[in-house]
């Protein structure tokens, strides 16, 4: 139905090829993984955020993470991103790049992309130009924000609003967008920027319904070509989309599994689904 999607199974682990342009070449993922996470251990205060994490994901896949508040969902998100430093362990983005040793913004730079909670756009901006600006703050354009845009840009920022189903918004300031637009339009603003890993802090917080569809059709697209992780407390959302499904608590791997696995699992019922 569109570019993002792809329904070869050879760039699951593959060059992850889009549109002629590779995304993050340097990704090293000849052995399928693209972020490998070993014994990772975050403490606050004494307190383990996480304890001896260790999780890995494919290359192409579309991973949802479940578990209780204070599970450290949130706090494995800012393991990856840079944002917090583990007190131990290692977190691998492919088979060469170690990304406990880079910045955060270098490991944006390298290609994984976050969304948080809270979106973050540009209110007095249309629609079109928050898509704009991600695109030209993305250092390899290089554009100035002044430059005009070229035959090639336009279309890319044409294909990212008819995929986050705001085509028909791109003139209106995000400001007057609905709040599950607005998501939807910071996740366009990630995808200008070519991501190969993106992480979502819970999408679906607060949308309606079918807004809640619609993310979960997006979600679906995006995999095979990005890899996706997903947080999520919606489990309808998380069935009808997750390859695979980890569950936390505690700050490690209680399970994973299946859906069905992990639903029909006594320990994941008696912490979590069961409550
Ligand atoms: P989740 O996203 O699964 O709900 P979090 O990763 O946000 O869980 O939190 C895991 C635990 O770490 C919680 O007990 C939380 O209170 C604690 N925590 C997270 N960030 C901080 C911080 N910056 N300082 C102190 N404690 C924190
Ligand atoms: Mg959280």
């Known amino acids: 139905m569109n570019a993002a999607a792809t329904s070869d199974p050879d760039s699951f682990g593959g060059g992850a090829a889009a549109g002629g342009r590779v995304l993050a070449p340097g990704v090293d993922v000849?052995?399928?993984?693209?972020?490998?996470?070993?014994?990772?251990?975050?403490?606050?205060?004494?307190?383990?955020?996480?304890?001896?994490?260790?999780?890995?994901?494919?290359?192409?896949?579309?991973?949802?993470?479940?578990?209780?508040?204070?599970?450290?969902?949130?706090?494995?998100?800012?393991?990856?991103?840079?944002?917090?430093?583990?007190?131990?362990?290692?977190?691998?983005?492919?088979?060469?790049?170690?990304?406990?040793?880079?910045?955060?913004?270098?490991?944006?730079?390298?290609?994984?992309?976050?969304?948080?909670?809270?979106?973050?756009?540009?209110?007095q901006h249309s629609v079109f130009e928050n898509l704009e600006l991600a695109m030209k703050c993305d250092k390899r354009v290089r554009a100035s924000l002044s430059a005009r845009l070229d035959t090639a840009q336009r279309d890319r920022i044409a294909d990212t609003l008819a995929l986050i189903h705001l085509a028909g918004e791109a003139d209106r300031f995000a400001g007057l967008l609905s709040h599950g637009q607005k998501q939807w339009l910071e996740i366009g603003m990630l995808l200008m920027q070519e991501p190969r890993v993106l992480l979502l802090d819970e999408p679906v917080a607060g949308m309606t319904d079918e807004e809640t569809e619609r993310t979960g059709e997006l979600c679906k697209t995006l995999a095979g070509r990005h890899s996706v992780v997903v947080v999520e407390h919606d489990m309808d959302f998380v069935a009808g989309i997750a390859h695979k499904v980890t569950v936390l608590h505690e700050g490690s791997v209680l399970a994973e599994g299946s859906m069905g696995e992990v639903q029909n699992d006594a320990r994941v019922i008696e912490v979590y689904l069961g409550r």
């Open 30 to 123: 000849s052995h399928k993984t693209i972020l490998y996470l070993e014994d990772i251990s975050v403490s606050f205060d004494g307190f383990k955020a996480l304890n001896k994490l260790s999780l890995d994901i494919d290359d192409g896949e579309l991973r949802c993470i479940i578990g209780p508040n204070g599970a450290g969902k949130t706090t494995m998100m800012d393991v990856i991103t840079g944002k917090t430093r583990p007190d131990s362990g290692t977190v691998y983005f492919g088979q060469t790049i170690d990304l406990t040793k880079l910045t955060e913004a270098e490991i944006a730079h390298a290609g994984i992309g976050r969304k948080f909670q809270k979106p973050t756009v540009f209110e």
